[in-house]
């Protein structure tokens, strides 16, 4: 599964260096939610990381972009 849209904008926000305060005043959610958000992208991040770098020590060849092999 890949990043939602409030995700990837509270990274963004998060790497222009704003706290998680700032983003949530910014986003107009609470900055519980920014926290939500954040770790359930590092999360996301994290575990496509550990696919890919099995993937590359197993040597299994990755289709092009948006293709599909079933």
Same mark, same amino acid.
């Given at each position: 599964m890949g990043l939602t849209e409030k995700e990837i904008l509270v990274l963004q926000l998060r790497n222009q260096g704003l706290t998680q305060t700032e983003v949530a005043k910014k986003l107009k959610i609470s900055q519980a939610a920014v926290s939500d958000f954040e770790n359930?992208?590092?999360?996301?991040? &994290?575990?496509? @990381?550990?696919t890919? !770098? &099995?993937?590359? @020590?197993?040597?299994? !060849?990755?289709?092009?972009r948006g293709v599909r092999r079933w």
């Open positions: 359930n992208a590092y999360k996301k991040l &994290f575990e496509a @990381q550990q890919l !770098e &099995f993937a590359r @020590q197993e040597k299994i !060849e990755l289709p092009a």
